[in-house]
């Protein structure tokens, strides 16, 4: 199979994840019939929270496990097609997904904003870039996932995960603020998970160029170390013919 037909298998593979698409474009749509107040609603945060985090989870569960657990897996993972290559296609499948769905999502908000003037886009540009971003980190680190979790197991996986890693640091910060323990997960999760507190932190505070552009090499780095990780996994799974 070629790129174009791999990456076209990704963004076609369930019809489910276009009503997804619809879904959280649409609430975008709904969100302005609610008057929020402008000083505390900003349009940029919700939308790198709402698409830029949680929708990667959503549109890539089971992106391998579905595979691997019915047996088509080992259809794919033969040659030409390497490991790697159906990995990378399949990830680019939902980094185009991404792309797409935070351009629209921007036009949508601009357009809104503009007509009733509620809710703050102020930065909307470098939100949607930080969106990105992100969305790339956390879909590479569930596609990764995927290879070693059955079925669409992978996005629930890593919300439960974030939510518990979450309320650990809040807990620990709120309790034991000047422990070495404290400084060492919150430094472990600001530079090794998806990085969402540096991004955020580089819109709000709207650093210097050179600390953007490390800020988002960051996570760059971390969307690639991903990558090659689930790459080296799916290269080294045995598969079954037979579904599960």
């Known amino acids: 199979m070629k790129a174009y037909e791999l ?46 985090c949680l929708l990667p989870l959503l549109l890539s569960a089971g992106i391998f496990g579905d595979d691997i657990a019915s047996g088509r897996i080992s259809l794919l993972v033969t040659k030409p097609i390497r490991p790697e290559y159906l990995y990378a296609c399949r990830w680019f499948g939902i980094s185009l997904q991404g792309a797409v769905h935070l351009a629209i999502a921007g036009g ?66 709120g309790l034991f603020p000047d422990s070495y323990g404290t400084k060492l997960l919150t430094g472990f999760v600001r530079w090794a998970c998806p990085p969402v ?3 955020v932190d580089l819109v709000r505070t709207q650093r210097s160029v050179w600390t953007g552009l490390g800020d988002a090499g960051h996570c760059v780095m971390l969307t690639v170390f991903y990558g090659v990780l689930g790459m080296i996994l799916l290269s080294r799974r045995e598969y079954k013919r037979t579904g599960d």
């Open 197 to 199: 507190e540096l991004l």
């Open 7 to 52: 990456i076209m298998e990704t963004l076609l593979r369930k019809t489910f994840l276009r009503v997804i698409h619809l879904a959280w474009l649409g609430t975008y749509a709904a969100l302005f019939l609610i008057p929020w107040p402008p000083e505390i609603w900003n349009w940029g945060a919700f939308v790198f929270g709402w698409s830029g």
């Open 108 to 173: 949508v908000i601009f357009a809104l904003h503009s007509l009733t003037g509620r809710g703050n886009a102020e930065h909307l540009a470098l939100w949607l870039l930080a969106a990105w971003l992100v969305f790339n980190t956390w879909a590479a680190l569930s596609t990764s996932l995927s290879v070693v979790v059955k079925r669409e197991h992978n996005g629930i996986l890593l919300v439960l995960g974030a939510g518990v890693v979450a309320l650990g640091v809040s807990l620990l910060t």
